[in-house]
């Protein structure tokens, strides 16, 4: 599998193709596009990579911004939808590729699995992004031990909250819930590599941590990883 890359190049319109090759843009770093890249090479789809280099501005362009208002990444285009929000791209590929399928089959484990990811994509995440880094740096002017400090202190309690759950689930597996990646892994994968980036302890997160190496042993794991990217530096 192969993706063609460029820097910021945004898409000629099209209508609405099934078959349609995906745009996917993306920054390297960013873990919510890194999810996405994952459940891509889960799925097995190609996307064409537009890599918006966040500290240069790329995402606040009046080009990408009539893509994605928010300014973010990940932004996801087939055919003639544009979709943002990384949860929102999973479940739309989960829905439109099901197979192999992001959520288990019954209901409660289904709420389950997606509690686990909501633990790192809404709780933990959200305090953590690189708009709020550096909102703390630039605009309230804290210093880099600040700022580190500020990261490890909430991704460390949302991590060990999150091992206190899956622990006392009883259903974690090789994976978060049971031996095959879902929707959960897909987050918990980025959020570990950043956690580490920090110098996060992870010492009680023994679960989360086995789990993160089975899973980045996989193929569509790995080829996802940040310094896997032809533009990592």
């Known amino acids: ?99 192999p399928p992001f959520l288990p089959t019954e209901a409660r484990d289904r709420a389950l699995v997606r509690s686990h990811a909501l633990t790192v994509a809404c709780d933990i995440h959200p305090l953590n992004n690189l708009r709020v880094l550096l909102y703390l740096e630039k605009k309230m002017g804290r210093g880099k031990d600040e700022v580190d400090a500020w990261y490890r202190h909430w991704v460390e309690k949302g991590l060990n909250a999150l091992e206190d759950s899956v622990a006392a689930s009883g259903r974690a597996g090789k994976c978060l819930f049971g031996d095959t990646p879902t929707v959960a892994d897909i987050c918990l994968a980025p959020q570990l590599y950043n956690a580490r980036r920090f110098g996060c302890d992870l010492s009680a997160c023994p679960t989360l941590t086995r789990v993160d190496g089975h899973c980045m042993a996989l193929d569509a794991f790995a080829r996802a990883a940040p310094e896997a990217q032809p533009e990592a530096v």
Request: no cysteine.
């Open 1 to 99: 599998m192969s993706s063609a890359r460029s820097r910021g190049v945004l898409p000629r319109g099209s209508a609405p193709d099934r078959e349609a090759v995906l745009d996917l843009y993306t920054f390297w770093l960013s873990s919510a596009a890194y999810r996405v890249r994952i459940a891509l090479n889960l799925k097995g789809l190609d996307a064409n990579h537009h890599v918006m280099v966040l500290r240069k501005g790329d995402q606040s362009t009046p080009e990408y911004r009539k893509l994605n208002p928010q300014e973010l990444v990940p932004t996801l285009v087939d055919g003639g939808s544009v979709l943002t929000q990384s949860l929102a791209i999973l479940e739309y590929l989960d829905e439109t590729h099901p197979d």
